[in-house]
């Protein structure tokens, strides 16, 4: 228990919040890095931690520390880089179309070819197309989304 005292304490840099008893610990609660830690002698179980820093240097660099009582801790950046593929999109509209929600009285959008309509449209809504070129092209694209819209 000794030994995970100075691992916590100094190696990670938490808070000792509370010990007991004091002449012969057997529990120790730590804070920091927006975790709680209990540790407890004897009780057989031996958690993994995940550290998220800023910090380069902290625990001098290392990515995976173990503490004497066996306790594995990884240490990962704060904001890692976002590493994106490289993509070619393209998106094509070849004809016309008009686009009226069904029913709210409101006038068509009018689409021309390359053109792009972008709105959001709550469950359940009907969407009709007036008025398309034999030839029409189109893309739609629905996406889960738990978000308030202006109308």
């Known amino acids: 228990m000794r030994a995970d005292l100075e691992f916590f304490g100094d190696t990670l840099g938490m808070r000792l919040d509370m010990i ?6 057997r529990v120790a609660v730590y804070s920091g890095h ?4 209990r540790l407890e002698q004897g009780a057989g ?3 993994a931690l995940r550290i998220l820093t800023d910090n380069p240097g ?3 660099g ?3 520390l173990t503490s004497p009582g066996g306790t594995q801790v990884e240490v990962l950046p704060l904001d890692p880089p976002l ?3 490289k993509t070619d999109h393209a998106f094509v509209l070849r004809r ?4 009226a929600p069904s029913g709210n009285g409101k006038a068509p959008y009018p689409l021309a070819p390359g053109g792009c309509l972008c709105r959001p449209t709550p469950p359940g809504m009907q969407t009709r197309y007036a008025d398309p070129s034999d030839d029409l092209e189109l893309l739609e694209v629905a996406l889960p ?3 308030v819209t202006a109308c």
């Open 62 to 64: 290392a990515h995976m």
């Open 83 to 85: 590493d994106l593929p």
């Open 34 to 37: 927006g975790l709680r830690v």
């Open 20 to 25: 007991y008893p004091a002449d012969d610990p």
């Open 45 to 47: 179980v031996n958690p």
């Open 58 to 60: 902290f625990a001098d």
């Open 96 to 99: 016309l179309v008009n686009q």
């Open 145 to 147: 989304g738990d978000f």
